[in-house]
């Protein structure tokens, strides 16, 4: 059993087999997934695991080179949208090159989704909780 890293295996092994430039999705409970991408379910109930949970194991045990949001998550959902920028802030603190941050249109968030390696579904149900992560490197 893994003592201190990621436990569940999916998600331990898509952040372990991920390469430079490869995205995948952590997403909230309602965000529809391409049937051509592999899903990593980890809802359970309403909230459980949060959005933001999901992202802090994703950003403790990954290397993150940039992001990418929905615009309509600042607006509709403001209070996780400042605390998704904060916790990459606090990455990028840590950090000699910080993680990029784009924004797009909902309508576009959700077909880029198609491009990733995988979709991690949360059991969040705040609107617009959803985050495409480009991998980076260690060197």
């Given amino acids: ?3 201190h890293g990621l436990l569940h295996p999916e998600l ?3 952040v372990t087999q991920v390469g430079h430039t490869d995205e995948f999705t952590v997403c909230d409970a309602g ?8 899903r990593i379910d980890l809802a359970l109930t309403d909230g459980v695991p949060s959005f ?3 992202v802090e194991a994703v950003l403790n045990h990954a290397c993150i080179e940039s ?17 998704l920028l904060g ?3 606090q990455e990028n603190a840590a950090r000699q090159q910080p993680i990029g941050v784009t924004t797009i249109s909902h309508e576009a968030f959700k077909a ?3 491009q990733s390696q995988a979709v991690v579904r949360t059991g969040e149900c705040t609107p617009y909780a959803n985050v495409i992560f480009q991998a980076g490197v260690t060197f």
């Fill in 1 to 3: 059993m893994n003592k």
């Fill in 87 to 89: 916790r990459l802030e």
């Fill in 112 to 114: 880029r989704t198609a």
């Fill in 31 to 38: 965000l529809p997934i391409p049937s051509s991408v592999s």
């Fill in 52 to 54: 933001m949970q999901t």
């Fill in 12 to 14: 331990a092994q898509l």
């Fill in 67 to 83: 992001v990418v949001i929905a615009e309509e998550l600042a607006v509709v959902s403001p209070a996780l949208h400042q605390a």
